[in-house]
C-alpha cells in the first residue's frame, strides 16, 4: 500500500537516517510530557540541567537571537538547495520552494511579527538549529538521490501544495494574533483569543504541521513523511504541556479548550 504513493528507498542508509530522525523528534515530544522541556518560550528556565551541565550550554539568550539561531541554518539550506541541485523537474521545485518558504516565513516572523517575555537556552537553540537544519538538507538531498526513479503511483503534490498553503498560512495568521495580544512593554501572558483559539491553545502548532504534511506530500518520501510524523508527535507534546500551563497560571482558562485538535486532544 505505501508503495502506491511513495518513492522507494534509494539504500539503505537512508532508511536508516528515516529511523532515527523519527525516534528523535518522538523522543522530543515524550520527553515534553514527563516534564523534560526544550527550555524556550514559556519554559525556558525549567530544569535547567536538562540540556547539559555545561554553563556554556546554559547560557541564556534573548528570545529573537534563539528562534533566529533555530531557522536561519534550515532556511539557508533551502536557498543553497536550488544552486546544489538546480535541475529535477517540477516536483523537486516545489520540495525546495516550500522548504525555503517555511523557514524565510519564519525568521520575517522573529523579525517583524513576535513579541518575546522570556529567553531561549543556546543548548535548545542548537538543538532545534541542528534537527531543522538536518531535515531542510536531508529532503532535498533524498528527492536529489530519487531523481529519475518511478513515480509513486498516487500523485500527491499538488494535494500537498494546497495542504502547505493552508498550514503556512493559518500558522502565520495565529503568530499575528498572538503577537496582537500585548505592546512592546508588556511582558506578561494571556489567554489568546480570536482565530481557533477558541477550540485548541494552540493552533499555530496545528497549522504547523499541516505544513510539515504538505511539504511530505509533495516529496512522497518515506523520510518526509517521517519527519511531518515526528514534528506532529513532538508538537502534540509541546500543546500537551503548554494547555497544563495555561490551566496552572489562569483560573479562568475555558476547560473545554483542547492543546491541539479541535474536540479531540
Same mark, same amino acid.
Given at each position: 500500500?505505501?508503495?502506491?504513493? $511513495?518513492?522507494?528507498?534509494?539504500?539503505?542508509?537512508?532508511?536508516?537516517?528515516?529511523?532515527?530522525?523519527?525516534?528523535?523528534?518522538?523522543?522530543?515530544?515524550?520527553?515534553?510530557?514527563?516534564?523534560?522541556?526544550?527550555?524556550?518560550?514559556?519554559?525556558?528556565?525549567?530544569?535547567?540541567?536538562?540540556?547539559?551541565?555545561?554553563?556554556?550550554?546554559?547560557?541564556?539568550?534573548?528570545?529573537?537571537?534563539?528562534?533566529?539561531?533555530?531557522?536561519?541554518?534550515?532556511?539557508?539550506?533551502?536557498?543553497?538547495?536550488?544552486?546544489?541541485?538546480?535541475?529535477?523537474?517540477?516536483?523537486?521545485?516545489?520540495?525546495?520552494?516550500?522548504?525555503?518558504?517555511?523557514?524565510?516565513?519564519?525568521?520575517?516572523?522573529?523579525?517583524?511579527?513576535?513579541?518575546?517575555?522570556?529567553?531561549?537556552?543556546?543548548?535548545?537553540? $542548537?538543538?532545534?538549529?541542528?534537527?531543522?537544519?538536518? =531535515?531542510?538538507?536531508?529532503?532535498?538531498?533524498?528527492?536529489?538521490?530519487?531523481?529519475?526513479?518511478?513515480?509513486?503511483?498516487?500523485?500527491?503534490?499538488?494535494?500537498?501544495?494546497?495542504?502547505?498553503?493552508?498550514?503556512?498560512?493559518?500558522?502565520?495568521?495565529?503568530?499575528?494574533?498572538?503577537?496582537?495580544?500585548?505592546?512592546?512593554?508588556?511582558?506578561?501572558?494571556?489567554?489568546?483569543?480570536?482565530?481557533?483559539?477558541?477550540?485548541?491553545?494552540?493552533?499555530?502548532?496545528?497549522?504547523?504541521?499541516?505544513?510539515?504534511?504538505?511539504?511530505?506530500?509533495?516529496?512522497?518520501?518515506?523520510?518526509?513523511?517521517?519527519?511531518?510524523?515526528?514534528?506532529?508527535?513532538? $508538537? =502534540?507534546?509541546?500543546?500537551?504541556?503548554?494547555?497544563?500551563?495555561? $490551566?496552572?497560571?489562569?483560573?479562568?482558562?475555558?476547560?473545554?479548550?483542547?492543546?491541539?485538535?479541535?474536540?479531540?486532544?
Amino acid at each position: 500500500m505505501f508503495q502506491s504513493f $511513495l518513492y522507494e528507498e534509494p539504500s539503505s542508509i537512508i532508511t536508516a537516517i528515516t529511523v532515527v530522525t523519527f525516534a528523535f523528534l518522538a523522543y522530543l515530544g515524550i520527553s515534553e510530557i514527563i516534564g523534560k522541556h526544550l527550555q524556550y518560550s514559556k519554559f525556558w528556565n525549567v530544569n535547567p540541567n536538562s540540556v547539559s551541565p555545561s554553563n556554556f550550554l546554559q547560557a541564556k539568550l534573548s528570545s529573537r537571537i534563539g528562534m533566529l539561531i533555530l531557522y536561519t541554518p534550515a532556511c539557508i539550506m533551502g536557498f543553497a538547495s536550488f544552486l546544489l541541485y538546480p535541475n529535477g523537474g517540477i516536483r523537486f521545485m516545489m520540495l525546495k520552494s516550500a522548504v525555503t518558504i517555511h523557514f524565510l516565513k519564519r525568521d520575517l516572523e522573529v523579525l517583524f511579527v513576535h513579541k518575546y517575555s522570556g529567553g531561549m537556552v543556546l543548548g535548545t537553540a $542548537l538543538i532545534i538549529s541542528s534537527a531543522y537544519f538536518m =531535515m531542510a538538507a536531508a529532503m532535498t538531498y533524498i528527492q536529489h538521490l530519487i531523481l529519475g526513479h518511478t513515480e509513486p503511483e498516487i500523485d500527491l503534490k499538488y494535494i500537498g501544495l494546497l495542504i502547505f498553503v493552508v498550514g503556512i498560512s493559518g500558522n502565520f495568521y495565529h503568530h499575528y494574533i498572538l503577537s496582537k495580544l500585548r505592546d512592546n512593554r508588556e511582558k506578561g501572558y494571556k489567554i489568546p483569543q480570536g482565530g481557533l483559539f477558541g477550540l485548541v491553545i494552540c493552533p499555530h502548532y496545528l497549522f504547523e504541521i499541516l505544513g510539515f504534511l504538505g511539504i511530505a506530500f509533495i516529496s512522497q518520501t518515506s523520510f518526509s513523511f517521517c519527519c511531518a510524523m515526528g514534528c506532529a508527535l513532538y $508538537l =502534540m507534546g509541546r500543546s500537551y504541556v503548554t494547555r497544563k500551563w495555561y $490551566l496552572s497560571k489562569f483560573e479562568n482558562f475555558p476547560k473545554n479548550v483542547k492543546a491541539l485538535i479541535p474536540f479531540v486532544f
